[in-house]
């Protein structure tokens, strides 16, 4: 059975930093594009980044790019998310997504950006 | 994103037919339609629709994916209590080099 399970999220100073994992199993981790997905409270889904199947492509949202870098390990079928210079707006669960298409979700990690 | 629209809201009866609709533009929906996304409240959302239009199993044939140039549809027929929830379209932009979602459309089932 596909897992995804977020790890990392928690309060946040304004300006601070953290960093999000997502530890996957239950299938081929190292053969799928993998994605980072937020929902602010009572908000729709917003995509923020992927990352290719070996880690040698990504894209990444207009408003994340330059402060959110995403990155993979294979060998230990884990995904991460580095979240710097975090804002109010950036309040959110954060989802970790296998693709194509978003087939498969973990149950996200809140994080509260808040002084 | 702003050049996503999905109405808000949509409502209709119990064994009625909805049909939700996501307009894009040629980078997105436009051109390879859009992969469309289930969520209940307080739960992640559960893929209804691949990118290509194929359905994941466990599915139900009650829905089915559609397109018309830059507006795909989501047609769910037979609506039952547990269709009502809020549904999300997602095309990849290729100009953009991002996928993007819709604001979401929450239905409800009267």
């Known amino acids: 059975e596909v897992e995804l399970v977020e790890s990392g999220g928690g309060l946040v100073q304004p300006g601070g930093s953290l960093r999000l994992s997502c530890a996957a199993s239950?299938?081929?981790?190292?053969?799928?594009?993998m994605s980072w997905v937020r929902q602010a409270p009572g908000k729709g889904l917003e995509w923020l980044a992927n990352i290719k199947q070996d880690g040698s492509a990504t894209n990444y949202m207009g408003s994340v790019k330059g402060r959110f870098t995403i990155s993979r390990d294979n060998t230990k079928k884990s995904l991460y998310l580095q979240m710097n210079n975090l804002r109010a707006e950036d309040t959110a669960v954060y989802f970790c997504?296998?693709?194509?298409?978003?087939?498969?979700w973990g149950q996200g990690t809140l994080v509260t950006v808040s002084s | 994103h702003a050049g996503l629209t999905q109405p808000p809201s949509v409502s209709k009866g119990l064994r009625q037919t909805a049909t939700l609709a996501c307009t894009g533009d040629s980078n997105n929906v436009g051109d390879q339609g859009a992969a469309w996304l289930q969520q209940h409240q307080g739960h992640p959302p559960k893929l209804l629709f691949y990118?290509?239009?194929s359905r994941p199993s466990g599915i139900s044939e009650r829905f089915s994916p559609s397109r018309s140039g830059n507006t795909a549809f989501l047609t769910i027929t037979a609506l039952q209590p547990e269709d009502e929830a809020s549904y999300y379209c997602?095309?990849?932009?290729?100009?953009?080099?991002?996928?993007?979602f819709g604001g979401g459309t929450k239905l409800t089932v009267l």
């Open positions: 239950g299938f081929g981790f190292s053969g799928h594009w």
């Open positions: 997504v296998r693709m194509p298409s978003f087939d498969h």
């Open positions: 990118l290509n239009g």
């Open positions: 997602s095309p990849w932009d290729k100009k953009l080099n991002a996928w993007l």
